[in-house]
Nanobody, 114 residues
Framework: VQLVESGGGSVQAGGSLTLTCAAS????????MGWYRQAPGKQRESVAL???????VYAASVKGRFTISEDNANYTVYLQMNNLKPDEGAMYFC?????????WGQGTQVTVSS
């Protein structure tokens, strides 16, 4: 399974970005897909996940500003990020739980300037 992210970039605080992650390869037993982020010197944290059943789970800090969505047919997941804050600048990683394994993308950089 391969995950390819796109959509990162630089924005000013209050701006918006949409991240996209496309999964390819042999995928079965899909469980969940979503996004994590990791800032320098910090632990990787969950941002938003969507389960096979469509349940969406968000980090408390992003609720109401970020929206995760998916294209099931193409194993693609999107993260719409609005009203970005400077401390949300990080490497954003796509995550997929399938085939009884975890898969990660290479990451896409998001920079938020104040």
């Amino acid at each position: 399974v391969q995950l390819v992210e796109s959509g990162g970039g630089s924005v000013q605080a209050g701006g918006s970005l949409t991240l996209t992650c496309a999964a390819s390869g042999v995928i079965f037993s899909f469980t969940a897909m979503g996004w994590y982020r990791q800032a320098p010197g910090k632990q990787r944290e969950s941002v938003a996940l969507i389960s096979f059943g469509g349940e969406k789970v968000y980090a408390a800090s992003v609720k109401g500003r970020f929206t995760i969505s998916e294209d099931n047919a193409n194993y693609t997941v999107y993260l719409q990020m609005n009203n970005l804050k400077p401390d949300e600048g990080a490497m954003y990683f796509c995550y997929l739980r399938s085939n009884f394994r975890d898969a990660w993308g290479q990451g896409t950089q998001v920079t938020v300037s104040s």
